[in-house]
């Protein structure tokens, strides 16, 4: 691919974003070469994707700040080095994990540098995946600007659907141009489909896919299993390769592997 294409997942806590962000980044891993960020102070994609990480961004930043101006003369280019340097490498994609949320100090710099290294890195990549914290809150920090592709994921239920219509207004109202905004609904049972449907409609809101509820993913979270493990075949794996095909269709991009 010519460059890359960054696709960031928000929605409300609960919904799925961290076991679709797991089953999405394993689809295009085989595509091209990942680059996963885990954006929430929560962490929990190395667990989906099974794999174990220990470097942060959120320490690495604190140590940074803390160091005086002799220790560090420029720490805006220690940070950046560092930040490169907290990337864990696997098989199948490269990891970042974000860490904890900003402290009470001011850290408005430290930001910038942080969105300027994933902005250098991403271009190394043929994709880089974010997994956002729950709410809303990195918009309105613009911690998601300039990404390529939002997917916004719901559930069932007018929370879900009210925090997907808020995303696509707070993106107008802050001006972050994503190149596209899909709305993806998961946990779908047919009972629950018409009931989303027109909940949708009333907040003019278009679903581009639906992942139904699978009941080996509900078995894998309460066993505490790796979503990257789920079966080819299982539905919601199957949903998730129709979410890359919504991607790569934006671009006019034709996938180097059949996508199931």
Not at 19 to 38: F, M, P, W, Y
Not at 163 to 185: N, P, Q, Y
Not at 196 to 209: F, G, R, T, Y
Not at 215 to 226: V, Y
Request: glycine share 6%; aromatic share 6%.
């Amino acid at each position: 691919m010519s460059q890359g294409i960054v696709i960031a997942i928000s929605g409300k806590g609960g919904v799925g974003k961290t076991n679709l962000a797991a089953l999405l980044i394993r689809t295009l891993s085989k595509i091209g070469s990942v680059l996963a960020i885990d954006a929430d102070p929560d962490s929990n994609l190395p667990q989906a994707l099974g794999v174990t990480a220990n470097k942060t961004v959120g320490d690495i930043r604190e140590n940074v700040s803390s160091s005086s101006s002799r220790e560090v003369p420029d720490k805006q280019q220690a940070l950046k080095r560092a930040v490169t340097e907290a990337i864990e490498e696997y098989p199948q994609f490269d990891l970042v994990l974000m860490g904890r949320p900003e402290g009470p100090g001011c850290y408005c710099a430290v930001n910038w540098v942080i969105r300027q290294v994933i902005d250098f890195r991403a271009s190394s990549y043929d994709f880089t995946v974010i997994d956002c914290e729950a709410g809303l809150e990195h918009l309105s920090r613009l911690t998601t600007k300039d990404v390529d592709i939002m997917i916004v994921v719901t559930e069932p239920t007018k929370n879900g659907i009210m925090t997907a219509k808020r995303v696509k207004e707070l993106s107008k109202e802050l001006s972050i141009d994503f190149g596209k905004i899909i709305v993806v609904a998961n946990k779908i049972t047919p009972e629950a489909k018409p009931f989303l449907d027109k909940m949708a409609q009333e907040n003019n809101l278009e679903i581009s896919v639906y992942i139904p509820w699978d009941e080996l993913m509900a078995q894998f979270d309460l066993e505490g299993k790796p979503a990257i493990k789920l079966p080819q075949e299982s539905p919601a794996s199957i949903a998730v390769g129709e979410v890359c095909r919504e991607i790569l269709s934006y671009f006019d991009s034709e996938p180097k592997i059949m996508i199931v």
